[in-house]
C-alpha cells in the first residue's frame, strides 16, 4: 500500500495494490499489520458504517469528543465523493484547516483521519456508497458537528448549488462554538 502524507498532520491518503488480470482485480481494502507499521500503530478499529447518498448530498461536518473520539479510515465502495477533514485540536498551529480529496471506487482511495479531526463529504457522482472504520463506537452523547458551509472554514465543496443537508447537519453550530460541552 501506498501512504502520501497530508497538508494535515497525521491525516493520509492510503492506495492499495491493485492485482489486475483478464478476469477484473483484487486487493487488500485493510491489512491490520500494514496500517499499523505504516500509518498508526496502537490502533483497534471496532465499528464499520456504510452510507448510501445521492449526488450533492452533503455529509457533516461530523466528530466525537472525549473520551469517545474516533479515528476513521474511509472508502467508497460505489461512485465518488470529496471527503473532507478539518483540524479541530485546540492548540494545534493547523487548528481550523481543512483538507478535500476525491475518493471513489474506481481510485480506490482511502483517507485516514485520526480522533482530533471532522469528517465530511459531498457525493458527486449519481449516488455513492461510503464504508468507513471507526476506533472507538458511535456515542449520542458525545457526537458533535460544525456546519458545513461555515465561512472561516471555507471549505472549496466542488458541486455548489443545491446541496443536499440533513436538518441536523444545517442547524449544526460555526467552528467557534462546536467544541464546547
Known amino acids: 500500500m501506498k501512504v502520501t502524507p497530508t497538508a494535515l498532520e497525521s491525516v493520509v ?12 482485480h483484487f486487493f487488500e481494502s485493510f491489512n491490520h499489520q500494514r496500517f499499523a507499521d505504516q500509518v498508526a500503530g496502537g490502533l ?7 452510507s448510501f447518498s445521492k449526488k450533492g448530498v452533503v455529509r457533516g461536518l461530523h466528530f466525537q469528543v472525549a473520551p469517545k473520539a474516533q479515528g476513521k479510515l474511509v472508502r467508497v465502495v460505489q461512485g465518488e465523493i470529496f471527503d473532507v477533514a478539518v483540524d479541530i485540536r485546540q492548540g494545534s498551529p493547523q487548528f481550523g484547516q481543512w483538507v478535500g480529496f476525491s475518493l471513489s471506487a474506481a481510485n480506490r482511495k482511502q483517507l485516514w483521519i485520526p480522533e482530533g479531526y471532522a469528517h465530511g463529504f459531498q457525493v458527486l457522482s449519481e449516488t455513492a456508497e461510503v464504508l468507513y472504520k471507526t ?3 458511535w456515542s449520542a452523547a458525545h457526537e458533535r458537528a460544525i456546519r458545513w458551509n461555515d465561512p472561516t472554514l471555507a471549505i472549496a465543496w466542488p458541486l455548489k448549488d443545491n446541496p443536499v443537508i440533513s436538518d441536523k447537519d444545517a442547524a449544526a453550530p460555526l467552528l467557534a462554538d462546536a467544541l464546547g460541552g
Do not use: C, K, S
Not at 492510503?14 to 477484473?24: C, K, N, S, T
Not at 483497534?44 to 456504510?50: A, L, S, Y
Open 13 to 24: 491518503v492510503i492506495e492499495p495494490q491493485v492485482f489486475a488480470d483478464a478476469r477484473g
Open 44 to 50: 483497534q478499529f471496532v465499528q464499520d458504517n456504510q
Open 135 to 137: 476506533t472507538d463506537y
